[in-house]
């Protein structure tokens, strides 16, 4: 960049953040779960990488990094005391994966939305040593400096966090026989056979509805499997028999993408375990289905 007139040096810049831009916005968006929120982040590093003296910086891509995964945990400590203000449950915003492959590049578990929500319950620095540590691999060492805190510390929080996580997460199936699960789910739902349906889900399987308050949902978690079961069938009957569900691909997974004529009504995607589907996430919040709209 030296000896180059402002106009080259701002392409300089442009290219080394172009470059780092997807990981960029995948740590914003695990640890904020919010795709506007992560861009916004995003935003803001291209703005002080322009206003830093790159010369001096030896390691563009660290530098980058840092800087979105403070801006990202200051972001998340504030995100935390506005979603307890929230309507109703709160869930993380889906993103269109098949649009945007670049963001399930890396390790995929991180970006699904049953962990995007378990990691909600951590604290902001816990999340940060998660994202950093199973999704992009870093070593203990690099996320002590990114996050200025000792190696030692680092570690001691990728403990604590994997061990909270492992405790609110029943051992998850592999990708084939959740698929088959949620194929199931879809076929049971259709047919409107309660009992069908009753048997796909674990015992103790919950369901969180988000609404956002614009659409109405259940205020609480529904907990239980025949509750579970209920509550699917009456939301369907509830919006009606005109809706057009169909397979498509969120967070590196496949999902329920349920429409009727010119507008997207919800997003459904499960986890699960061998005993049956463990959560059931329903996203009707229209906000948080922007990239679905058909």
């Known amino acids: 960049m030296v000896g180059r007139g402002k106009d080259g040096a701002l392409v300089d810049a442009l290219a080394v953040f172009d470059a780092v831009r997807p990981r960029l916005f995948g740590i914003a968006y695990r640890m904020l779960g919010s795709v506007a929120e992560a861009e916004d982040i995003v935003q803001e590093a291209w703005v002080r990488w322009q206003q830093t003296e790159r010369s001096r910086v030896r390691d563009p891509i660290g530098f980058l990094v840092t800087t979105t995964s403070r801006l990202a945990l200051n972001a998340a400590t504030s995100a935390r005391a506005r979603r307890e203000l929230y309507p109703g ?20 578990e991180s970006l699904e939305l049953a962990v995007l929500l378990l990691l909600e319950r951590l604290t902001p620095v816990e999340r940060a040593v998660y994202v950093l540590r199973e999704a992009f691999d870093y070593p203990f060492r690099r996320i002590g400096e990114v996050l200025d805190v000792s190696e030692a510390y680092a570690r001691q929080l990728g403990h604590r966090a994997r061990t909270h996580l492992a405790r609110q997460r029943r051992e998850p199936v592999g990708h084939a026989d ?95 375990s061998p005993a049956g589907i463990e959560r059931v996430l329903i996203i009707l919040n229209p906000q948080k289905l922007a990239q679905f709209q058909r």
């Open 89 to 108: 449950p709160w869930l993380p915003e889906p993103v269109d994966t098949s649009a945007d492959p670049t963001l399930q590049a890396e390790r995929n």
């Open 178 to 272: 959740r698929d088959r699960l949620l194929h199931a789910f879809l076929a049971a739902a259709r047919s409107g056979e309660l009992t069908q349906l009753e048997e796909l889900l674990a015992e103790t399987a919950i369901s969180y509805a988000d609404g956002g308050g614009a659409v109405r949902a259940a205020q609480l978690p529904v907990v239980g499997r025949d509750n579970v079961a209920r509550y699917v069938l009456g939301l369907i009957r509830k919006f009606g028999r005109d809706l057009s569900p169909e397979i498509v691909e969120s967070n590196g997974q496949a999902a329920i993408l349920v429409s009727r004529p010119g507008t997207t009504v919800a997003l459904v995607t499960i986890d699960a």
